[in-house]
């Protein structure tokens, strides 16, 4: 069973990479579903059929289905929602900003599409899951969740059930709080559960992969690498980059010369941030990425004889010790001797002979400072300190 996230900045090609992607699977005999997580869902676009919330056969081995978030956030939470707008609106207001903050949630919807996404995985009935992400922001807020929220839940809702039962009116005499019924609880528990669950389908790295998409343009690329680090920092398990709407040399002479250049300095850069990572490159086609006809030309033009199923990469490019205040970089094939280090404001440059990397400075450590630097197995350990 395998996981694939597509995640990226919107309109750099997410929705068309994950339908080709899966539509180059499914060709090879394994059964597939796509996920959309975007509430503005476009699978049914790109395979010009209209999908619903239930999974919907597309071809032998082909379905697609389009999360229905408010669907899927009713039956995840609702009774607990109106619990906590109960409290709200209690005299003697029930835990004030925390319970405002808990209906605010940024990202609460997202989640509840993983816990379906969750709900596939574990019915076991696909070889190979697809999801096509909302635009970067939102998945990154998902990353943060487990914790923060359980953590909030429990501050809003502290007691344990047991005591509510047998004290649930005379601390709501007391407190002037509405308790919330036996079946609140019931949910409450099975959320946290779930949350775990998916924390740890997330982050085994044999199951789960995200992919990050750009294109070849400086803005995007800054938001794939805050990405890309952000997704590392936390241990999920990125496989592949994917630089979308490259243009063809042919496309360059003319009008569009000037672009070549541009081009050129954004795809070194891109080799230079994620040189670690495999890359692959999709030119801009001459028509768009619609009907499984075209996407599975374009998913054979992504991969060729990669198996786009496959872990295609797992290896810790990064971690941050906050403990010894190191930063530890995998830098496999690099000689002692030939490394050169500096230190931008926002990013640390390593030089490995005639190429340079660039590493996105950790918010663990702003303001501090470069303090020793060791290299030994491949890996480079740089010690900050604060100024
Ligand atoms: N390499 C490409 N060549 C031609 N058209 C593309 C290419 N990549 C994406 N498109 C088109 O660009 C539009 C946006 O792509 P889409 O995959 O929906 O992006 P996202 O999901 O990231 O918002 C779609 O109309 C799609 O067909
Ligand atoms: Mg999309």
Same mark, same amino acid.
């Given at each position: 069973?395998?996981?694939?996230?597509?995640?990226?900045?919107?309109?750099?090609?997410?929705?068309?990479?994950?339908?080709?992607?899966?539509?180059?699977?499914?060709?090879?005999?394994?059964?597939?579903?796509?996920?959309?997580?975007?509430?503005?869902?476009?699978?049914?676009?790109?395979?010009?059929?209209?999908?619903?919330?239930?999974?919907?056969?597309?071809?032998?081995?082909?379905?697609?289905?389009?999360?229905?978030?408010v669907y899927e956030s009713e039956k995840s939470w609702g009774s607990i929602k109106d619990y906590i707008k109960?409290?709200?609106?209690?005299?003697?207001?029930?835990? &004030?900003?925390?319970?405002?903050?808990?209906?605010?949630?940024?990202?609460?919807?997202?989640?509840f599409?993983?816990?379906?996404?969750?709900?596939?995985?574990?019915?076991?009935?696909?070889?190979?899951?697809?999801?096509?992400?909302?635009?970067?922001?939102?998945?990154?807020?998902?990353?943060?969740?487990?914790?923060?929220?359980?953590?909030?839940?429990?501050?809003?809702?502290?007691?344990?059930?047991?005591?509510?039962?047998?004290?649930?009116?005379?601390?709501?005499?007391?407190?002037?709080?509405?308790?919330?019924?036996?079946n609140v609880?019931?949910d409450?528990?099975?959320l946290?559960?779930?949350?775990?669950?998916?924390?740890?389908?997330?982050?085994?790295?044999?199951?789960?992969?995200?992919?990050?998409?750009?294109?070849?343009?400086?803005?995007?690329?800054?938001?794939?690498?805050?990405?890309?680090?952000?997704?590392?920092?936390?241990?999920?398990?990125?496989?592949?980059?994917?630089?979308?709407?490259?243009?063809?040399?042919?496309?360059?002479?003319?009008?569009?010369?000037?672009?070549?250049?541009?081009?050129?300095?954004?795809?070194?850069?891109?080799?230079?941030?994620?040189?670690?990572?495999?890359?692959?490159?999709?030119?801009?086609?001459?028509?768009?990425?619609?009907?499984?006809?075209?996407?599975?030309?374009?998913?054979?033009?992504?991969?060729?004889?990669?198996?786009?199923?496959?872990?295609?990469?797992?290896?810790?490019?990064?971690?941050?010790?906050?403990?010894?205040?190191?930063?530890?970089?995998?830098?496999?094939?690099?000689?002692?001797?030939?490394?050169?280090?500096?230190?931008?404001?926002?990013?640390?440059?390593? &030089?490995?002979?005639?190429?340079?990397?660039?590493?996105?400075?950790?918010?663990?450590?702003?303001?501090?400072?470069?303090?020793?630097?060791?290299?030994?197995?491949?890996?480079?350990?740089?010690?900050?300190?604060?100024?």
């Amino acid at each position: 069973m395998r996981v694939i996230i597509y995640t990226g900045k919107g309109g750099v090609g997410k929705t068309s990479m994950a339908c080709a992607s899966a539509c180059k699977i499914a060709k090879s005999g394994k059964k597939v579903l796509v996920m959309s997580t975007d509430p503005a869902h476009s699978l049914g676009d790109s395979f010009g059929v209209k999908i619903g919330r239930d999974a919907t056969k597309l071809s032998d081995k082909l379905y697609a289905m389009e999360i229905d978030t408010v669907y899927e956030s009713e039956k995840s939470w609702g009774s607990i929602k109106d619990y906590i707008k109960n409290l709200l609106t209690a005299k003697g207001n029930g835990g &004030g900003i925390e319970v405002e903050e808990l209906l605010v949630f940024p990202g609460l919807e997202e989640l509840f599409s993983m816990f379906k996404i969750l709900e596939v995985v574990e019915s076991g009935e696909y070889d190979t899951i697809i999801v096509d992400c909302a635009p970067t922001g939102e998945t990154l807020a998902l990353l943060k969740y487990p914790e923060r929220l359980s953590g909030l839940i429990r501050k809003v809702l502290p007691m344990e059930k047991a005591v509510v039962k047998t004290g649930g009116k005379l601390i709501e005499g007391i407190m002037k709080v509405p308790m919330p019924e036996d079946n609140v609880f019931d949910d409450i528990e099975y959320l946290m559960d779930k949350m775990e669950r998916l924390q740890k389908l997330m982050l085994d790295k044999s199951v789960v992969s995200l992919r990050v998409v750009t294109t070849p343009e400086k803005i995007v690329i800054n938001e794939a690498k805050r990405n890309f680090t952000c997704l590392y920092l936390y241990h999920y398990n990125v496989d592949a980059v994917i630089v979308n709407h490259i243009y063809p040399e042919k496309a360059m002479e003319g009008y569009f010369s000037k672009w070549q250049k541009l081009q050129e300095d954004a795809l070194n850069e891109i080799k230079e941030s994620f040189s670690e990572v495999p890359r692959f490159y999709v030119e801009l086609q001459d028509k768009e990425i619609r009907t499984m006809e075209v996407l599975e030309e374009v998913g054979d033009k992504i991969f060729g004889e990669s198996d786009p199923s496959a872990v295609l990469f797992e290896n810790e490019i990064y971690s941050v010790d906050t403990e010894n205040n190191t930063l530890r970089i995998y830098l496999p094939f690099a000689d002692k001797e030939e490394l050169r280090l500096e230190q931008d404001r926002n990013e640390l440059i390593v &030089g490995v002979k005639n190429e340079s990397r660039k590493f996105p400075m950790p918010s663990e450590f702003a303001g501090y400072d470069i303090a020793s630097a060791k290299f030994a197995d491949g890996y480079l350990n740089i010690r900050f300190e604060q100024e």
